[in-house]
């Protein structure tokens, strides 16, 4: 009975199996994200106690954003707090829009 009402309203049909078919490869792409957004940098050991300071700098153009760290920073939170065991320098540049 599905299969002769579909070849009946085609226009219907297409449309109906259509959105399903969006409305499905959406909800699959959002969820292939969040995982691996929720997944990023989970390797570590010590997970809890890691942290990531970063400056967040517009530039000219208003939309990217300067991910990096200070020359001195690690040296200075290790000289000046002493809950810091180790401290390392980020340098690298992301661009998000």
């Known amino acids: 009975m599905a299969w002769r009402n579909l070849q009946k309203h085609k226009a219907s049909a297409a449309i109906n199996i259509g959105g399903l078919t969006v409305g499905l490869t959406v909800s699959l792409l959002v969820v ?14 010590n997970i809890a ?3 990531l300071l970063m400056k967040n700098q517009q530039q000219a153009d208003g939309v990217s954003t300067n ?6 920073i690690a040296g200075a ?21």
């Not at 292939?32 to 050991?45: A, Q, T």
């Not at 991910?67 to 001195?72: F, H, I, Q, Y």
């Not at 939170?77 to 829009?97: D, F, I, S, Y």
């Open 32 to 45: 292939l994200f969040v995982i691996d957004e929720f997944g990023f940098d989970r390797f570590h050991r």
């Open 49 to 51: 106690e890691l942290y």
């Open 67 to 72: 991910r990096t760290s200070a020359g001195p």
């Open 77 to 97: 939170l290790r000289a000046t707090l002493p809950e810091v065991a180790n401290a390392a320098r980020v340098a690298g540049t992301a661009n998000k829009g």
